[in-house]
């Protein structure tokens, strides 16, 4: 386990993976530390069940990498962390203890890795672990903080959806008529179909919550079909917003889509579906690039005097220049976009290392 631990280090260039239990309460967590060049290591704490211990380990070091190449490519003064609590995210007997213990994990890496909700956490989780450490952010509104991360997520993704369709369309950046399918609508996938809704799309949902379905349709409109039968939905954009990989060798297979454009991190299973993506002449969008809202809002909470709200909206604002800036890169160099934003990433972290050496 270990030399198989330090080789996946080596190869995704990690800084540091470190393992908590503490079974009297619980908690059996994975703190990831991909890169600090830029920065404290900042990303979600995801509360989930997982197949295995394998799976547990290769989740939260793709996610942390990814949150690397989020936060430079955002141009925000972090590196790229993530953390998992391996629980059921459903459980409420000795929630609050499991949660201060890893508050008290937090404090043993000194500031490297921050935190912030994540898919299975909440506002209220994240204060529960504030009451052990400082290194939080995405804290209550009424306490100064920023709260929920996703309804800047789904802004984010819907500036990127506009850039997305600019692309392909010639300059026609508006959503009105489009048709999208969003799988997953929780916490960013409501408030993207919100967002979807007022701008006059064509919105069709997934999930496995038959309250958020009946929400969906009543106040947005939205057509409702079974969480498998999304892939097979006619849209122009196909949009997940719920777990990672699903688009995948199978799933290709029936998308009927022009733009992939999802809030989900790791949506592709991996770079084997780059040319299946690039032959169906889909327009990946890579989701580190479009799903920045969150992480640049609770970044704002490390600022001197508390949030800017204003300086968040620039922020997100912005995602759509960045969506575009990868899209011609890519379209220029006749390359992938996935590959192509994680370079532009690299480069600014290069940079940051080259100016501390001088």
Excluded at 183 to 188: A, E, K, N, R
Excluded at 190 to 218: F, Q
Excluded at 252 to 274: E, H, P, T
């Amino acid at each position: 386990m270990t030399k198989s631990v330090l080789e996946a280090c080596a190869a995704r260039g990690h800084e540091q993976v470190v393992f908590f239990n503490y079974p009297d309460v619980g908690l059996k967590a994975i703190v990831a530390i991909h890169d600090t060049t830029l920065g404290p290591a900042l990303g979600g704490c995801r509360m989930s069940l997982y197949q295995n211990d394998e799976h547990a380990l290769d989740d939260v070091m793709r996610l942390s990498e990814g949150m690397t190449y989020k936060s430079a490519l955002a141009g925000l003064p972090l590196g790229g962390g993530k953390s998992i609590i391996i629980a059921d995210p459903n459980i409420v007997e000795g929630r609050e203890a499991l949660l201060q213990k890893f508050g008290e994990c937090l404090n043993a890496l000194s500031g490297r890795y921050i935190t912030a909700e994540d898919m299975g956490t909440s506002v209220r989780d994240i204060m529960a672990i504030r009451a052990k450490s400082k290194y939080v952010v995405g804290t209550d509104p009424a306490k100064g903080g920023t709260g929920d991360p996703s309804p800047w997520t789904a802004q984010g993704l819907f500036v990127a959806m506009r850039a997305a369709v600019e692309h392909t369309s010639s300059g026609e950046r508006s959503l009105k008529g489009k048709r999208i399918a969003v799988q997953g609508i929780g916490h960013v996938g409501m408030y993207l179909v919100e967002l979807l809704a007022k701008e006059g799309a064509i919105v069709t949902v997934a999930d496995t919550h038959e309250v958020l379905l009946k929400r969906a349709a009543s106040e947005f409109n939205a057509a409702v079909v079974a969480p498998d039968a999304i892939y097979d939905v006619p849209c122009d954009i196909f949009s997940p917003c719920a777990i990672g990989q699903t688009v995948n060798a199978s799933t290709l297979k029936r998308l009927k889509c022009s733009i992939i454009a999802g809030a989900a991190n790791n949506q592709l299973s991996d770079r084997s579906v780059y040319e299946t993506i690039k032959s169906k002449k889909i327009l990946y969008c890579p989701d580190f690039v479009v799903n920045s809202g969150g992480v640049i809002s609770v970044c704002a909470e490390l600022a001197e005097g508390g949030p800017n709200i204003a300086w968040v909206k620039e922020r997100v604002d912005a995602i759509y220049h960045t969506t575009v800036k990868v899209l011609d890169e890519s379209k220029r160099q006749d390359r992938f976009t996935e590959e192509v934003a994680i370079d532009l990433a690299k480069e600014r972290i290069v940079v940051a290392k080259m100016g501390r050496k001088q």
